[in-house]
């Protein structure tokens, strides 16, 4: 990772670094950038940076700030309010995100779940029609099985240019989507930051459940700077678990940006005792493979 303006990368390959977690407007919250404000700094970084909305998709904001020469690309939540688990609304968002930048379309599973969870951030609603919140989804129904059509989307994202991300889903429900995903070969499976408290799975618990080739594994910056996560397994997710991709999930204005995050990443990378290679891997390695077709 860098913090030094250079030129912007080409494609995704070129890149220093790629966060595949970043907020950008508009979106549930009041966020700092726009896609091609955040396309423009992480450019100056030589980065590359997938957006992600709580609204619904950012695919075709991501294909037009590419057309702007921004290393961005895209993904869709498939909250209520986008829809839920409508495949439709993940083909759509396949076709908006274009074929031109050679990375898959991440798709969240649901991030509004109802369950009793209060945020540490402060965090301002985007819209009037959001005071309320939004209509939670969850993956499993009431007896706790996973639900038809969430079992239906996974078979279909089968054949598309897709990661699943499992959203903020629990721990229960992570170890269902790891066992279906194995069950039908579902080629890329992202555990969603799974430090955070709806989710709760540590690295030890992580050994097991992301232990199939095609589990990718998420480590936040977030997680470790609200305090949901200790020092210790932040550093030891980075440092032994294969399939680590590190990204920031920033994007708050009470959060710091960009490019201080940079600088703070390399400082935990450094006190984790991390190798150069194995930043390199977590930053662009194991990202730029999870992402690519």
């Not at 250079?6 to 907020?23: K, L, N």
């Not at 290393?71 to 908006?96: H, K, M, T, W, Y």
């Not at 992580?206 to 609200?226: H, K, N, R, Y």
Request: glycine letters at 8%; one cysteine or more.
């Amino acid at each position: 990772m860098t913090t030094a303006a250079e030129p912007a990368p080409q494609s995704p390959g070129d890149a220093r670094f790629i966060d595949v977690h970043h907020h950008v407007g508009p979106d549930a919250y009041v966020r700092r950038h726009t896609a091609t404000s955040a396309g423009a700094v992480y450019a100056a970084h030589s980065g590359w940076v997938v957006l992600k909305n709580h609204l619904g998709s950012t695919a075709a904001q991501a294909w037009e700030a590419r057309q702007q020469g921004l290393p961005v690309s895209g993904s869709i939540v498939l909250n209520d309010l986008a829809g839920g688990f409508d495949p439709r609304a993940v083909e759509q968002a396949v076709v908006q995100h274009g074929d031109d930048s050679g990375l898959r379309l991440i798709v969240h599973l649901p991030t509004v779940t109802g369950r009793g969870h209060r945020s540490r951030l402060a965090r301002t609603p985007s819209h009037p029609l959001l005071a309320d919140g939004q209509r939670p989804l969850t993956v499993t129904d009431d007896s706790g099985t996973l639900r038809p059509e969430v079992r239906e989307l996974l078979r279909a994202a089968r054949d598309l240019p897709v990661v699943v991300s499992t959203g903020h889903a629990d721990g229960h429900e992570v170890r269902l989507l790891v066992d279906e995903a194995v069950r039908l070969d579902l080629p890329r499976l992202m555990l969603n930051q799974p430090a955070n408290p709806m989710t709760g799975l540590t690295c030890k618990d992580l050994v097991e459940v992301a232990a199939a080739e095609q589990v990718w594994t998420e480590q936040t910056a977030l997680t470790l700077l609200l305090g949901y996560q200790d020092r210790s397994d932040f550093d030891d997710v980075l440092s032994l678990l294969p399939r680590t991709v590190y990204s920031s999930d920033l994007g708050q204005p009470s959060q710091m940006d960009i490019a201080p995050w940079l600088d703070w990443s390399r400082t935990a990378f450094r006190e984790a005792g991390l190798t150069r290679e194995r930043v390199r891997e977590v930053t662009h390695g194991a990202p730029l493979t999870m992402l690519t077709v």
